[in-house]
């Protein structure tokens, strides 16, 4: 399932992709961009630095055995499952997709926002409406 | 009391998020990371200028409030300006030690490097593979995976462990080329949208396409465009989420040491 729908279904934006948030972030922050040590090695302050060991995707009989049960849990007389969209809309009625195609409209809108789904092309294929940065300003 | 002693008595030093062009100007929204937030401060030198806050000394970095508040502030920058991001974590004593052994000896090299950001910003594209619909595709395609389903079906556990690690690994070695072919088709359905891309290694086993791209951000428009053109020819299949404006975390090189 995507995570970003969160927001949606939480309220209107506290507006900053918080747990996902997290994951996406120490995939990037703690193993790229510029190392300071590269360039000045003399006056590194003493500084503890906790990290969280990268997550390694190995796979092993544990995971052959998940995937084994994955397979095992598949219908196969199914043609296919619903989207999210789908479920959206069962659960909550048309507004509650409206509602994420603004979240995350406004997300993609927001310079400093960042958590977008594209997936849905149910929600994606709607053109965005003009007013979309106007709107998100009034939500402000 | 003069500032020097002050931060020493406190053992204060500077945060370092990234390197920006020395006109750059901070938003009120940026903040540093510590509780209470650091307040962010440019310092300049020639034409670059580094981002810093005071960090406590005292206090080990790494609370997930702090992974989020460097990111934040960088990518929130990346979407105003070119920035070069540092790793997390990087300290240093002082502002003057800022200026003196970063700012100084690096100037021209910084700003070459902003120079060739100037406009662009990284994009990062993550998919997911919807399990059902990934197995149901491997066990289409793999007679062999489906007869090893068929035969663990209506046995219990302990009795299949072989046929189950038997067929995990077949499934295993599906996603990976799997992986690999998606990824592909994904960097040409946004080739002409970047104008450099690097393909991450995988951070889940179900990942389909883990892709970052440096991009214009004049074109994000058109990035989103031909991106939703894959989701609909993958709807229900995998799951696309697009990240960005970020700053350039994967097209910063640091430079080796002792070269």
Known sequence: ?140 | MPKQATRRDQNIASYVYGIVPADMELDSDDRGLGDPPGKVELVRHGEVAAMVSDVDVEQPLGKPGDYLAHERLLDSAAARTPVLPFRFGAVMATPESVVEELLKPFHDEFRAALQDLEGQAEYIVRGRYVEAALMREILTENPEAAALRDAIRSRPEDATRNERIRLGEIIAASIEAKRDMDTRQMVDALSGHFSTAVVRDPSHEQDAVHLAMLVRTDGQRALEEALSQVGERWEGRVSLRLLGPLAPYDFVIAQEQGV
């Not at chain 1, 994951?23 to 906790?50: F, K, N, P, Q, W």
């Not at chain 1, 997709?97 to 960042?114: I, Y």
């Open chain 1, 1 to 140: 399932m995507t995570t970003s729908v969160q927001p949606a279904a939480t309220g209107q934006m506290a507006g900053r992709p918080t747990p996902t948030g997290l994951a996406d972030v120490i995939d990037t922050i703690l193993d790229r961009g510029l190392v300071i040590d590269a360039y000045v090695r003399v006056s590194l302050v003493g500084i503890e630095v906790l990290t969280i060991d990268a997550r390694v995707v190995v796979a092993s009989v544990d995971t052959y055995l998940r995937f084994a049960e994955a397979a095992n849990r598949v219908d196969m007389s199914q043609t296919g499952e619903k989207g999210l969209p789908e479920v959206l809309e069962d659960t909550k009625g048309a507004a509650g997709v409206d509602r994420t195609k603004n979240v995350v409209q406004g997300a993609l809108e927001a310079a400093d926002e960042k958590l977008t789904d594209i997936v849905e092309s149910h929600t994606a294929r709607r053109k965005a409406p003009r007013s979309r940065r106007d709107e998100r300003e009034e939500e402000e």
